[in-house]
């Protein structure tokens, strides 16, 4: 076999193992991603739960007094959320037909396709009642709505979040001890110590960005929710807190959150000016943080190019959905760490982003 033809079979070898790759963690997302949300909680709390550690507390000890702590102030904001919240589901039937009336009023004008369309609709029914064969019968297969997806979306957020918190007990009380067998036995010092920074680094990057992000986006969404509630906004702090969590999402979570606003005040008020007013504001107050704020929070991680970031958001949507696109940029974080600092993925590390370190 020529130089050639080996280096086609390489790269067909490579290829079939990325695709293998993606397979497997779309197949399995239901075991990968509670493992994924674990470890990244693990790299935000680990430093806490070292220094409780530091003052004479057992590790374990130190775990779950970090994790209560953590879970309790969770647990707080959803049961304080959970009523309004449960509200404005129930009221998504009337939200949907007052942005139908709006879109009608909007469309009014479209005589022809409204007539073709019942012309379309009438046909359809004559045909269907026409029929005189009585062997026939129409069977109406009954949707399950979208309040019994929304159930089963809970019942596996339960499921695996459980699965996430008892991993990361174990992880933030054993993942030490287990990182340094695994570094002890890889065979050359220098793998020990590529692999000794990299663990360090990633810890540090990750623990400083997501305290650092959290802190901005809950500043964030608390003067949103401050805001809204001087403009007379319907339940502001559910929105404050929804503008919060979709903020964690670079680019497309700002426009959600208009989006979410947008229809919040139609459903809500009847003036032009007061639909557009909440909206409208939100978009100035992101922009003025994006110019001044954002910037500040980049300086302290590492530099990632908008495209990168975007399409690696789109592509972790499409494989996991909503929890992909959350977890996008942490995981994006980390790899450049691991591409930084391993010799052959460095040009990967250049095409993602600088590093200011």
Not at 209 to 222: E, K, W
Not at 248 to 258: C, W
Not at 288 to 307: A, E, K
Request: glycine share 6%; charged share 10%; hydrophobic share 50%.
């Amino acid at each position: 076999m020529d130089a050639n033809s080996k280096d086609k079979s390489d790269w067909a070898i490579k290829l079939i193992a990325i695709l293998a790759v993606l397979y497997t963690l779309q197949v399995a997302r239901d075991v990968i991603l509670p493992i994924t949300l674990a470890l990244i909680f693990t790299l935000l709390l680990a430093p806490a739960v070292s220094r409780l550690q530091s003052i004479g507390l057992p590790r374990s000890l130190a775990a779950i007094i970090i994790m209560t702590i953590g879970l309790g102030m969770i647990g707080g904001v959803l049961y304080a959320l959970a009523s309004p919240a449960n509200e404005w589901f129930q009221r998504v039937p009337e939200a949907v037909s007052v942005l139908r009336d709006q879109l009608g009023n909007v469309n009014s004008d479209n005589t022809n396709v409204d007539a073709a369309s019942r012309s379309i609709d009438s046909l359809a029914k004559e045909f269907s009642t026409s029929s005189k064969d009585p062997q026939l019968t129409q069977v109406v297969i009954a949707d399950a709505g979208w309040r019994s997806e929304l159930g089963e979306i809970a019942k596996n957020f339960g499921v695996y979040g459980t699965l996430s918190i008892i991993f990361l007990f174990f992880l933030l009380t054993s993942g030490d001890a287990l990182m340094r067998r695994f570094i002890h036995s890889l065979p050359t010092q220098k793998d020990k110590a590529v692999v000794t920074r990299i663990a360090q680094l990633a810890q540090t990057q990750m623990s400083r960005y997501l305290m650092t992000i959290t802190a901005v986006n809950v500043a964030v969404g608390g003067l949103t929710a401050c805001g809204l509630w001087l403009a007379g906004f319907p339940d502001p702090a559910l929105w404050g807190a929804v503008a919060t969590l979709l903020r964690y999402i670079p680019y497309l979570g700002v426009s959600m959150t208009i989006i979410l606003f947008t229809i919040v005040s139609a459903v809500s008020y009847n003036n032009p000016m007061a639909i557009i007013a909440a909206p409208l504001s939100y978009g100035l107050f992101t922009a003025f943080t994006g110019q001044f704020i954002d910037p500040f929070v980049h300086g302290l991680r590492f530099s990632l190019n908008p495209i990168v970031v975007f399409l690696w958001i789109f592509f972790w949507g499409w494989l996991w959905g909503a929890p992909g696109v959350l977890l996008a940029v942490p995981l994006l974080t980390l790899f450049q760490v691991i591409c930084q600092h391993t010799e052959r993925l460095l040009p990967v590390a250049h095409i993602i982003g600088d590093a200011n370190e």
